[in-house]
Nanobody
Framework: QVQLVESGGGLVQPGGSLRLSCAAS????????MGWHRQPPGKERELVAS???????NYADSLKGRFTISRDNAKNTIYLHMNSLKPEDTAVYYC?????????????WGQGTQVTVSS
């Protein structure tokens, strides 16, 4: 089994910063891409950023410059550094990972962490 556990969400004032973490654990051989998605209240889930095992990062165009994704392959962990937060960044943030196990490649998701940007 594979588990993804997010942490670091919470309440922050507009203009503030947060760092989210997502750690993968369990029984697997390797992890390819890992990424962050978010689902604002009443809206569809959307991609925030992704990070390949080789080090390439991709971002939603609207978030470039404010959000930074990083990855520690030794810890099977990704991070999302969020700066200059806005009320519209309020959402549940989820991480996902493409994991290779004995049964082949599968995509796994975390349970989500709430980020609320409000004064």
């Amino acid at each position: 089994q594979v588990q993804l556990v997010e942490s670091g969400g919470g309440l922050v004032q507009p203009g503030g910063s947060l760092r989210l973490s997502c750690a993968a654990s369990g029984s697997f051989f390797s992890i390819a891409a890992m990424g962050w998605h978010r689902q604002p209240p009443g809206k569809e889930r959307e991609l925030v950023a992704s990070h390949t095992a080789g080090g390439r990062a991709n971002y939603a165009d609207s978030l470039k410059g404010r959000f930074t994704i990083s990855r520690d392959n030794a810890k099977n962990t990704i991070y999302l550094h969020m700066n200059s937060l806005k009320p519209e960044d309020t959402a549940v943030y989820y991480c996902d990972a493409e994991v290779y196990r004995a049964t082949g490649w599968s995509d796994y998701w975390g349970q989500g962490t709430q980020v609320t940007v409000s004064s």
